[in-house]
């Protein structure tokens, strides 16, 4: 399985938008999800959103509910590439983004689930 991190990172005013977007490739038969996780400076890493490969199914942190858009496209199904749509941005979403895929278990507040990783790209708000 690779992870990379395509593109859609910069420097936005808050208010602004910026659109994620991450391959992953190669046997993706046992990988149950794709996430996005962030790190700020000095902080902890944190899961932000994840999808179900096969279902879609969606779930997002509080922080972010109904400013980001977590999707993924109808790939072949040795790669498929996810978005993660930043609406509404605030200084407190700079970071660090990461992409990363889990077989087993989804939930983004254990990043130790996610096996795959991908770095980047970096976001900065500024107000």
């Known amino acids: 399985i690779q992870v990379a991190v395509e593109s859609g990172g910069g420097s936005v005013q808050a208010g602004g938008s910026l659109r994620l977007s991450c391959v992953v490739s190669?046997?993706?038969?046992?990988?149950?999800?794709v996430a996005w996780f962030r790190q700020a400076p000095g902080k902890e890493r944190e899961g932000v959103a994840r999808i179900y490969t096969v279902s879609s199914r969606t779930y997002y942190d509080d922080s972010v509910k109904g400013r980001f858009t977590i999707s993924r496209d109808n790939a072949p199904s040795d790669k498929v590439t996810v978005y993660l749509q930043t609406d509404g941005l605030k200084s407190g979403d700079t970071g660090m983004y990461y992409c990363?895929?889990?077989?087993?278990?989804?939930?983004?507040?254990?990043?130790?689930?996610?096996?795959?990783w991908g770095q980047g790209p970096q976001v900065n708000v500024s107000s």
């Open positions: 990363a895929a889990a077989q087993y278990y989804c939930d983004i507040s254990y990043g130790a689930n996610y096996m795959y």
């Open positions: 190669g046997n993706l038969y046992h990988q149950n999800c």
